[in-house]
Structure formats: structure tokens, C-alpha cells
């Protein structure tokens, strides 16, 4: 008779930045994770090199911000230039954001993937286990079985009510399953340096393409005393000969020309533009580089993948403690694919435009930028899609909610892991449908006067520039709904997927969702409710 396979609530296959950000995820809602990695330690040498404030959101949840933004580095932006070093655009970097955080900065990974790592390990309700790589998966009604090994042979049997497989671009898991996965027709091979520089790094935070068709190269500045380069491989480039010490010094040479450097890493990638078709397969879910892949002209790879995480973390919780049918997880492909194929098309459409090796091609380009009489910051426009409506995202919603910040606190860390629900006065939230929000969904319920000043005036203008009475803030940040009063969008959300106290699944179509009584939209502020914990 076999052994009972040990069970938990979910597997993370992988603990790169992605995973370790979802079982952290998981883990702080007090869920049972168990992470296996292929790995026995953190990648010694730098692949990730760039966060965007929707990135470092996702590690403020996880109490991590304030000890990884110092060993950070500000990316003032990205120019590119001609072959004879003209503008043709800039997207810059240094420009505020929703969340209240830097918007673009750049890291060295693996110092960072140690901190996460720590973390996330430290969890009581979380176990890692190193050097376990997984050798099958198996479903089943009710859970997946995980079959996984070490190097000293030991073999691993897990019972998980849901997997989700972060094991990057290779994916054992999505290829075992047979996940289809659309390509969006752009393969390039690129060569990249990393180097450690002597001395003060080599520029001031701004990254540079060169666009230059005899070979289009990226210059990065990253923290800790290094730099990337990135140097597309033209027809005729022998790999071999390219990865050779000798080559890499006279391409590196042309940029620092009385510089000492050591190469620290030398790798030859293809860059792609893939998008799985299917997110979910059963009990089965993809995220990270095993959902998408991208080239890196935009820094998105990574954070795409953080946001898969914050999106897919609450709604397992939900689901995992009944709180909704597993309908709810269907929203997570529907929401999650269209975002980041997106942002890899932007990508894709970045790369076509800035890396053409035709002679004649790069000339119009360049003749028509350059005579493009926007300000070079316009020439080049990229901004995070919202999300497509859906029955998460109601009248007025699908944007990142604001973070605003001062001295007495960040918005997200009054709120804490929780749906919000923000109003003008509290008379909006007083007995109904509130009521429903804080005790079935645990939100976190307050008027604008009952938050920290510098939040509750951010707050305030965003009501104010749509519109609005009250807001529904979902647990990764993202607008619900905003309108006049609760009373519709409780009904709707009600309804939809989640399930009554009994376990009795209430679907739009059953008509029995449960009547509550209405709220008073009156502009009085007699009224009282206090915000539920946790408080400021």
C-alpha cells in the first residue's frame, strides 16, 4: 500500500521572483504552501534586472519594501538614439506613479532573490524545499498529485489543491500538460554581458539603444558596480566566436573605451513574444515566464509576472476557504492574458521599430522620428493597460487604484490584504450592503475622513476625477467599481460566484441572491462607522 501523499493547499513549482511572490502571497493569508525548486540556491549571476512601481507594490504587501528600494538603483528613463547618436525617443523613468512608489528602478537579482527568498521561508505556514524538481503531475477530482525528486534520490509525493507552476520559460509542467501557447511571430538572438565596472558606475541611471542597424546594442546601468549590455547577433556571427573574451572586450570597449571592467556573465538568448493560450487546466494554473515571454525592451517579463501572482493569490484564498466556487478562478486567465499580451505586443512593436538591421529600413525610420515634432517622450508611448471589464471589473474600474503616501503611512499597509471599501462620508457605509463587504469579504470599510491625511486626500481627488461616492479596491490593488452607492455592485458581486454560508454556490442565473437592504446615499456625516481592523 502506498504512503498518504502529505497535502497542502497549494504547490508552487518554482521559487524565482514570481513564485516566491505568490507563496508569500499565499503565505501571509495563513495558507498551507509548499514551494519546490529544481535548485538547491539562488541563480549566482544577475538575469532580472528591472521592477516597475506595480512590481515593488506587490513586495510592500510582503513587508519587504523598505529593505530592498535601498540597494536599488532609479532608471531615469530609456533614450534611443541613431547610429550618429541622435534622439529618436525617450520613455522615461523617473516620472511619478499610481502606487506612490519609484515607477521604474533597477536591481541586482541576486541579492534581491535572497532577501525575497528569506522571507517568504520564514513564513510559519510556508515550506520550502530546495532541490526538489518535479517529475509529474497527476489530477484528480479534488487536488493534483506532485511527483518530485532530489539529487540524492529522495522521492516526493504531494496531494495539493491547487498547483501553479512558475518553473520559467522551459516549463516540465506546461509542456507535460500540453498547454498551447500562441506565439506572436518575433524570435531574435541577443548577446548578454554583464560586467563589473571599477569605479563610479559608467553613467548617471539612464539606459541607452542604440539603433543602429549594424548592430543594435542596450546599455543598462544596473546597482552594486555593474552594467548590461545587450548586442543583437547579426547574420554572420559566430556564437562561439562572439561569447569569446577577446570579442566581448571590443564590443564593450567601443562604449568604455578607458574603463576597466570584468565580464561577470556572457549569455546568448533568443528573445520571444509568447502567450499560453490556456492559463488554467483543471487544478493546473501557469504564471510567470511559463505563461508568457517577452523581449526586454520594455523591463515588463518580470513584473508581468508579479502581477500574475497579486491577481491569482486573493482569488485562491477565496476559493480555498470557501468563500467562493472555483468559477472565481477563471477570471484569472480571462483578466491575466489579455493585460500581458498587451504589453508583449508593445513590446514586440518596440523591438520591430528599434532593432530593424535593414540600412534602408533604419534610414525612413530614423528620418521620420526625428522629424516627429512631439517632445522625444511622445514619440514612443507605452502605459500599462487596465483591465478588460468582467464581473470583477464593474463601472468605473479595471485601473490600479491610487497609493497615496506621506509621513503617516502608506495606503496599502492601512488597508492590509484585504478588499477596501472607500466613501466619501459615512453615511455610504452604513448598515446594508457594507455591512456585507465587511463581515462576508472581510474589506476593510472606512470613510475618506477616517484615514491618515495624506491618504485620505488622495483618496478624495480620486473620487472626485470619476465621479464618484464610493470605491471598491480589490486585493491586488485593482478598481472593482466606483459609483454613487453599493447597493448594485453588491448584488452583482453577490451573485456571481461565491457561495452562501452553507456552501451553496449562488450563480447570476439561479436568481437566488440574497436580498440586502439598501443604503443611504444622504451627504450627512452624523453617521459613524469605524474602519475595520486593520486600522492606522
Known sequence: MRPRPDTVDVLVAGFGPVGAALAGLLGKRGLKVLVLER???????????HVDHTGLRTWQELDLLDRLLPAMQANLGLDFLTARGDLLARIPGDQSSTSGLPSSMYFFQPALDR?????????????????????????ADDHVRVMAATPE??????AAKWVVACDGAASPIREQIGFDVEDL??????????????GERAQSGRAICLCDPRRPTYSIPMPAGRHRFEFRLMDGDDPATLLQPSRISQLVGAWFPDRPFEIERTAIYTFHGLVARNWRHQ????????????????GQGMCSGLRDAANLAWKLDLVIRGGASDDLLNTYEEERRAHVRSVVESAVRIGRLICTIDPEEAAERDRRMLSDTRPPAQRIAFTLPALRPGSLVRENGGDLFVQPSGADGRLDDVIGSHFAVLARTPALIGPGPADWWRERMGAFVAAVGQLPE???KGVLSWLDSHDSDVVVVRPDRYVLWAGPDLDDVTRKISACWLADPGGTVLGESSGRARDYPRGSR???????TAPNPPGP
Open 115 to 139: 532577501a525575497v527568498r528569506e522571507a517568504v521561508s520564514a513564513m510559519p505556514s510556508v515550506t520550502v524545499r530546495l532541490g526538489a524538481e518535479v517529475t509529474g503531475v497527476a489530477g
Open 185 to 198: 511571430q518575433f524570435e531574435e538572438p541577443w548577446l548578454v554581458v554583464d560586467l563589473v565596472l571599477d
Open 39 to 49: 535548485d538547491d540556491q539562488v541563480f549566482p549571476l544577475p538575469r532580472a534586472a
Open 454 to 456: 495624506v491618504p485620505a
Open 153 to 158: 534520490g529522495e522521492l516526493l509525493d504531494v
Open 522 to 528: 444622504s451627504s450627512s456625516s452624523s453617521a459613524s
Open 283 to 298: 487544478r493546473v494554473f501557469l504564471a510567470g515566464d511559463a505563461a508568457h515571454q517577452m523581449p526586454p525592451f520594455l
